[in-house]
């Protein structure tokens, strides 16, 4: 079945560590999305990217790193300069198809001990 | 910039009808999605509708837009316990990065 894989689904982090999480596709979508969700919060964007060798900021990548060198995966990169890393974080991709929809991954769970 | 409006959190009985609520300010959107998320889970498209349409019905789903006050509506006839979820308002437009952008969610409770 052609989906989003995200892993891992829990992770955690001691301080000052940076943490890479993973997303792959085989949607043979071209554009790839990272959001970060908190509770009571809707989803914001971290970073995106609408080719592969090509990303943009999103609304909230201070503290945060992304490379796209296949079309298949996004990884995401929190760093130690994440102020405030504990979160759910989303990974999301559009095909071709129209309306932007966004097909999303089942997340990842980053706590920071 | 943009932004998207919901009430956080909606309680109804199960076989009544469910309407969800969203306002937002971007003039140039072009698509408005509701998503649904269950608890530690991602999201799932449940309908979009195209922002020069008034209303689209998905078997038990109607969604209403009115473009002129800028709000939303997700309408769910007889609502089960499986519906209970965190419900999500979207809206992204056809020019730039093409993202979404996201309400804070609401949060569906059916009491049987």
């Known amino acids: 079945d052609g989906g989003i894989t995200q892993s891992p689904k829990y992770l955690f982090r001691k301080e000052g560590q940076n943490v890479t999480l993973s997303c792959e596709q085989n949607?043979?979508?071209?554009?790839m999305y990272w959001y970060r969700q908190d509770p009571g919060q809707g989803l914001r964007l971290i970073y995106y990217?609408?080719?592969?060798?090509?990303?943009q900021k999103g609304d909230i990548a201070e503290g945060y790193s992304v490379s796209r060198e296949k079309k298949e995966s996004f990884p995401l990169t929190v760093t130690s300069a994440q102020k405030n890393p504990t979160a759910f974080y989303l990974c999301?991709?559009?095909?071709?198809?129209?309306?932007?929809?966004?097909?999303f991954g089942a997340g990842s769970r980053l706590t920071v001990l | 910039g943009e932004d998207v409006e919901q009430s956080l959190f909606l309680s109804v009985r199960e076989g009544d009808s469910s309407v969800i609520n969203c306002t937002y300010t971007?003039?140039?959107?072009?698509?408005l999605y509701w998503y649904k998320q269950e608890p530690g889970a991602g999201l799932q498209l449940l309908t979009y509708?195209?922002?020069?349409?008034d209303m689209k019905q998905d078997q038990r789903l109607t969604v209403l837009l009115n473009k002129k006050d800028k709000h939303l509506s997700l309408r769910i006839a007889d609502t089960q316990t499986g519906d209970s979820a965190i419900y999500f308002c979207?809206?992204?437009?056809?020019?730039?990065?093409?993202?979404?952008?996201f309400g804070s969610g609401t949060r569906l409770q059916v009491q049987p």
């Open positions: 979207a809206e992204s437009s056809d020019t730039g990065r093409r993202a979404l952008t």
């Open positions: 971007d003039s140039s959107s072009t698509y």
């Open positions: 999301a991709s559009r095909g071709t198809a129209g309306a932007n929809v966004l097909t």
């Open positions: 509708i195209f922002s020069n349409m």
């Open positions: 990217s609408q080719i592969v060798n090509d990303f």
């Open positions: 949607l043979n979508h071209d554009a």
